[in-house]
């Protein structure tokens, strides 16, 4: 992500692995910050990769996509990209840490918890 200039954090099962005994997760979350233009930048570069589109949440607003959801085409990985729309979406991403292991900012394990609250899991 940052090499497509879009700031964001991890969220998610692997997250929450980044605070605790880990556990097996295929699937790769992250809220996203910027408009439209940066998360195209993103999306265009893991079609590179080697992912593509599953979902597209997209109202043709200027801050881009509500929510992508891409596969790889040969693995069995995923990653979401929820775009932050909210103030609390964006300080999760400006709370976000780096932790051991990791190159992208890894929200908070209080940040984590009040996600979970919100998706009501």
């Known amino acids: ?43 265009n570069d893991l079609t590179t990769l080697g992912f593509s589109y599953v979902r597209r949440e997209d109202e043709h607003v200027p801050s881009g996509p509500d929510f992508v959801k ?19 979406q964006a300080l999760v991403v400006n709370r976000a840490l780096t932790v051991t292991g990791s190159s992208v900012g890894v929200a908070t394990p209080e940040d984590l918890i009040v996600l979970k609250l919100i998706a009501g899991r």
């Open 70 to 88: 891409m596969r790889h085409r040969e693995r069995r990985v995923e990653i979401d990209l929820q775009v932050a729309k909210t103030d609390f």
């Open 1 to 43: 992500m940052a090499e497509a200039g879009v700031q964001g954090a991890l969220i998610g099962g692997y997250a929450v692995n980044a605070w605790v005994r880990p556990r097996l997760t295929e699937l790769f979350d992250f809220i996203v910050l910027g408009g439209r233009e940066a998360i195209e930048r993103a999306e």
